[in-house]
């Protein structure tokens, strides 16, 4: 018989290929993640080896080639602020996977005929996270792509990756890193994050299809399950670290290749939409239960309530002439009480949330997008489009 996963256990962050590699390093341990080792050990093999080849091939900075390596910032952002910021998010999201799971138990949401397949799910999830062929198709996915494409040069600038004029699809040796080395390494973490999301997502789902023991007058309108949208979203630390990443490429672009802002307003809707998506589909697995505690709810509320007026009318409607102290009385405080509740369970929400989390989720994934607007707008336009949006 498996026995339950402690909170130490239990985890949809830590495990798989490139977490056993960096225990057998001595990076970091089962016990703690070692945040700060792993953010130096990634820049060590990212971002340090581009900076000494660029500089022994005098593409560092200077005129050799029309984009140096200092001023190609996107490449800075990914490997010391975007790296850094995922690896701060395993502790952040862990945490709050944890605190998310746990309030199932603390809350007694899960009813005694649901517990197993309660522990069942966080199992499978520890499972899914801890396994090596996820990671090991994301490798292989990676390598494919570096094969096809090690000499794709998109932008037709000369750069510290494609220096040479004359054959524009020649790199140099610090091209030949990025593109075997850095590149795909900072791809495998962002699709680590991807399995980490499908992973959330079916634990959700699995607990979803547990026998949930579910209020229809909870004052969060929810079940009980109000929790599961109170912020700071779960995955709201990647989507804010994928909007640096699409901020950088955009400004870029913007710098060197002259390109509107307004070419990237359709491109920018679409990244908003995805962060909602990414924060807010998976809670959408409860909206079942939800609907299912409703019902019941309505239903029986409304039967006891039918009973109540019953009972009402018989005492004091049909023998109105008998009755003098109908104020007051606890017959009136009781059906109004009932009544009340039955009025909540007819407002009850079919979402484990409220339109806030999807604006959290939007400001969270496009504030870095601001100094990109920066580049094309005045700051108190800038301003004055924030309040417009917000307010």
């Known amino acids: 018989m498996n026995k339950q996963l402690t909170d130490a256990q239990f985890s ?10 960096l225990i057998l390093l001595r990076i970091t341990t089962a016990e703690k993640p070692h945040t700060t080792r792993k953010i130096f050990f990634f820049t060590l093999i990212g971002w340090t080896p581009l900076l000494l080849l660029c500089a022994a091939e005098g593409l560092l ?17 990914r490997f010391l602020i975007a790296i850094p910021i995922m690896m701060v998010s395993e502790v952040l999201v862990d945490k709050r996977v944890k605190s998310v799971v746990n309030q199932f138990t603390f809350s007694k949401l899960v009813a005694d005929a649901g517990k197993k397949q309660f522990e069942r799910a966080k199992r499978k999830a520890d499972n899914m996270c801890d396994s090596p062929w996820a990671e090991a198709i994301i490798l292989i996915l990676i390598i494919s792509n570096v094969v096809f494409r090690i000499n794709a040069n998109s932008t037709g600038l000369t750069s510290w990756v494609f220096p040479y004029e004359n054959t524009p699809h020649e790199l140099s040796l610090a091209g030949y890193w990025a593109a075997s080395i850095s590149f795909p390494f900072f791809q495998f973490l962002v699709l680590r994050w991807l399995w980490r999301w499908i992973i959330w997502f079916r634990l959700l789902l699995l607990i979803s299809k547990a026998d949930l023991h579910l209020h229809p ?23 804010f670290m994928l909007g640096v990443m699409f901020a950088a490429i955009i400004g870029e672009r913007i710098f060197y290749l002259n390109v509107s802002l307004k070419e990237y307003y359709p491109l920018i809707i679409a990244f908003a939409i995805l962060a909602v998506i990414i924060n807010v589909v998976p809670l959408l697995s409860f909206i079942p239960p939800i609907n299912r505690c409703r019902q019941k709810g309505i239903t029986n509320y409304g039967a006891l309530i039918a009973f109540l007026h019953r009972n009402f009318e018989k005492k004091w409607v049909e023998n109105i002439n008998e ?8 017959d009136v405080s009781s059906a109004s009480d009932i009544g009340i509740l039955y009025e909540a369970i007819i407002k009850m ?10 604006v959290a989720s939007i400001i969270i994934s496009l504030l870095p997008l601001l100094p990109v607007l920066a580049l094309q707008m005045p700051i108190a336009e800038i301003f004055q489009l924030l309040a417009g949006i917000l307010l």
Do not use: M
Not at 12 to 21: K, P
Not at 61 to 77: M, N, P, R, S
Not at 217 to 239: K, M, Q, Y
């Open 12 to 21: 949809i962050i830590r495990g798989g290929l490139l977490e056993r590699f």
């Open 61 to 77: 900075w200077g005129e050799k080639a029309q984009v140096t390596f200092l001023e190609e910032f996107a490449t800075h952002i």
């Open 217 to 239: 007058t909870h004052p969060d309108r929810a079940g009980g399950l109000g929790f599961l949208g109170e912020r700071p979203v779960v995955f709201g630390p990647i989507t």
């Open 323 to 330: 009755n003098k102290s109908l104020l007051g009385s606890e």
């Open 349 to 358: 929400s079919p979402f484990p949330f409220d339109i806030r989390i999807a």
